[in-house]
């Protein structure tokens, strides 16, 4: 029996040419720059053996792959399961957000070993890949998960694609003149991945404002299984953040400490997290809805190379302020988080960073003599580009989505899944509404 249509569907949501086109165009073009470009690094071509002799290395668990695949894994889970569950919050949006996070992610991880090994890993006109590029597009990719949540349920597939394409692009070139030009300490991505992606994502969701979203007002909240599974999404991030934050730090003391320092960071976090949520409800009642961000936001601040008790302070003191928002409408609360959970987190790392150089960090090699005052000016000049790039390009992108041809929703439907996506006949009864007190209950 076929579903009735929405009332009022004034644009052309049909995706049956269009979507394709999109995908199979850009994977042929995935395929033959690729093809063109891309090789094995020296540790993952067939040429290890003598690579190994070259080096003087005894044994094969000397490779690369057997200190980073690990963490690749968790990194790799914290972008497809982690960010995917995380936005399942809105009651009749869990397939957009699950799926079209997939979508965005497999997308996005090729395009970012291109753009990234372009600038990164080009030699004698090929990109050399290897497990660390791999984590590296996953960096790269999470920041594109980070601005999805901004624009979650108003956007189409192929406006997602397309934002991706850009972003990634800009993020490419954003980390390059970060870490090869200025050549700041980045720590856990503070500039290039959270503050770039949130502020790129909110200005993107502010281009694409729309004045007549009320229309879908009753699809913007969650029901007792979307906060759950939402929940689950946090959890996974919250678990494999360790790995996030030491994944590709040099191999030894620092990523021990990158690691340990995460780890208490995010235990102590989840305290203060429920301890604020707690003391802010009139009657002592805990919100699911503030725990599933905020349980991760203290993360976000942990610095890489500094004791364990800094990182704790520096989350515990941004709370009570967040907590006050929770009432707002969760699309709003979704675009408040990226603003409080995820850009001012890393705004403050920056200027912890600043304000303790001297502690944080040892010059070495070719920047050896810069003193602590002159690399604070360079991590200043770092968020500055940050934010820029954030800020044109998501202005840019934005103003690229407006455009009427990417097939979006009308506002009366937007934050509903069927209307990219075939929902089974059950997702329609007492069930998927129990707790929406807007649909009557069937006889």
Sequence with gaps: MERPRHQGMAKNTCMRWRLPLVCLLWEVAMIVLFGVFVRFGPEADAHWEEEKHQMNLTSDIENDFYFRYPSFQDVHVMIFVGFGFLMTFLKRYGFGAVGFNFLLAAFGIQWALLMQGWFHSFQNGKILIGVENLINADFCVGSVCVAFGAILGKTSPIQLLVMTLFQVTLFAVNEYILLNLLHVKDAGGSMTIHTFGAYFGLTVTRVLYRPNLEQSKDKQGSVYHSDLFAMIGTLYLWMYW????????????????????????????????????????????????????????????????????????????????????????????????????????????????????????????????????VQGGFQAAGIFVSLLMAFAGGALVGAILKLPIWGDAADENCFEDDIYWEVPEDEESDVYHMHNPDKPASP
Excluded at 265 to 282: N, R
Excluded at 321 to 330: D, F, I, M, V
Aim: glycine letters at 6%; a positive charge.
């Design 242 to 373: 360790p790995s996030f934050n030491s994944a590709i730090s040099e191999h030894g003391d620092a990523q021990h400490r990158a690691a340990i320092n995460t780890y208490c960071s995010l235990a102590a976090c989840v305290l203060t997290t429920m301890a604020f949520s707690s003391m802010l409800q009139k009657k002592g009642k805990l919100d699911m809805v503030s725990r599933e961000p905020r349980a991760l936001e203290q993360c976000f601040v942990s610095l890489q190379h500094t004791p364990g008790p800094l990182s704790k302070r520096d989350g515990a003191r941004e709370e009570p302020s967040r907590e006050q928002g929770n009432k707002a409408p969760l699309p709003w609360l979704c675009t408040t988080f990226l603003h409080q959970g995820r850009s001012l987190p890393e705004a403050i790392l920056t200027i912890s960073i600043l304000c303790r150089f001297i502690k944080a960090f040892d010059f070495t090699g070719s920047y050896k003599t810069r003193t602590p005052s």
